[in-house]
């Protein structure tokens, strides 16, 4: 993948996150755009690429709560790197493969970010609003995953 187009696809995430996933919410459930796009560039490039994409994305967000400053490019830059070794192991092709990536990527993100906050009713957080919005990721993260790889393919 084009360097611009990974760029492009980051700042195109945090603007769904800031606008559409906001209103697209069911309370406190919502799809985190950001992630599916980290999570889109880490499976289709490099270590270096899915590492770097991950911090930049995680700090972008990180300036909208400066409180917890580092903690989403930390868990990113993880996730990025971590996806970016597994990517060849995974058929990124099968819509299955695709939600379960999502699913549990976005678990361990929220999550790791949940403890990190240190939420107090961890248990209620988890069932209310953890599962759901990773649920709501990977349903979300399949179908942008899908208009992704049709564009990728017109253009390649």
Do not use: H, W
């Not at 799809?31 to 995680?58: A, E, H, V």
């Not at 995974?90 to 403890?115: E, M």
């Amino acid at each position: 993948m084009n360097i611009f187009i990974s760029i492009l696809l980051i700042f195109i995430g945090l603007s769904l996150d800031t606008t559409v996933s906001r209103l697209i919410s069911i309370g406190y459930v919502r799809p985190y755009f950001l992630f599916i796009f980290l999570i889109y560039i880490s499976m289709d490039s490099g270590i270096k690429r899915g590492t770097l994409f991950g911090f930049i994305g995680g700090f972008l967000l990180d300036c909208f709560s400066p409180r917890y400053l580092g903690a989403q490019a930390l868990i990113f830059s993880i996730v990025g790197f971590f996806l970016s070794n597994i990517a060849n192991k995974i058929d990124k092709t099968k819509v299955y493969a695709q939600f379960l990536v999502l699913f549990l990527s976005s678990l361990f993100y929220l999550t790791l970010y949940s403890l990190i906050m240190s939420v107090k009713s961890f248990p209620e957080i988890l069932v209310l609003s953890i599962i759901p919005s990773t649920f709501y990721t990977g349903v979300a993260g399949v179908l942008v995953f899908q208009i992704l790889n049709r564009l990728c393919q017109k253009q390649g």
